[in-house]
C-alpha cells in the first residue's frame, strides 16, 4: 500500500487491494477509503493531512449507524443487566472493541500512506479519551465494570514492594 513514488504520497484512494493482501491489510485499506470518502463529504471537503480530532469523532459516530450492539440507555429497565430478559427500544450501536480496531487500523493507515507519526490525529489524547468513554458507558449499560488494574512497583533494592 505505501508506495515509493513521493507523487503517490498523502494520496487517499488507494487502488484495489491485490488479492495476495492479508484480511487485516485489506480491512484496512477498505477503512483508509471510507474514511477518506467521509472526509470529502464534508463541507467544505477536508483533505486527510488537514483532519482533526472532531473529524475522526464526527466519522466513529457516524459508524453506529452500522452498529449491531444494543447499548442500553440510563432510563432503560433493561439497564446494567449482563443478560436482559426481553427487547427494549435501546439504540444499537458500534461495539467499542469494533471502534478501538478501527482506530487502529487507519493510525496505521495514516503513517503507511505518508503521514508523519508525531502528527497523526489518531493518536491524539482526545481520541483515545472518547474510546475510553465508550467503553466505560457501554460495559455500564451491560453492567460490566471494568477495574483498573493493579500494578506493582518495586521500590529500592526490591526488598519492598509497593501496589499501587
Not at 56 to 65: A, G, P
Not at 94 to 114: K, T
Not at 128 to 136: N, P, S, T
Request: charged letters at 25%; a positive charge; one cysteine or more.
Amino acid at each position: 500500500m505505501t508506495s515509493t513514488n513521493t507523487r503517490n504520497k498523502g494520496k487517499c484512494i488507494v487502488e484495489g487491494p491485490p488479492p495476495t493482501l492479508s484480511r487485516y491489510e485489506s480491512q484496512k485499506s477498505r477503512d483508509w477509503n471510507t474514511f477518506c470518502q467521509y472526509l470529502m463529504t464534508k463541507m467544505p471537503p477536508v483533505h486527510v493531512w488537514e483532519c482533526e480530532s472532531n473529524h475522526i469523532l464526527d466519522f466513529l459516530q457516524s459508524r453506529d449507524q452500522f452498529g449491531k450492539t444494543k447499548v442500553h440507555i440510563q432510563g432503560c429497565v433493561f439497564f446494567g443487566q449482563k443478560e436482559p430478559p426481553g427487547e427494549c427500544n435501546c439504540p444499537l450501536k458500534q461495539a467499542w472493541g469494533s471502534l478501538d480496531a478501527l482506530i487502529g487500523r487507519l493510525r496505521a493507515a495514516y503513517e503507511e500512506n505518508g503521514g508523519l507519526t508525531e502528527k497523526n490525529p489518531f493518536a491524539r489524547g482526545g481520541i483515545r479519551i472518547f474510546l475510553r468513554e465508550v467503553r466505560g458507558s457501554q460495559a455500564k449499560a451491560r453492567g460490566v465494570l471494568y477495574k483498573k488494574k493493579k500494578r506493582l512497583v518495586v521500590v529500592g533494592t526490591g526488598t519492598s514492594t509497593t501496589w499501587t
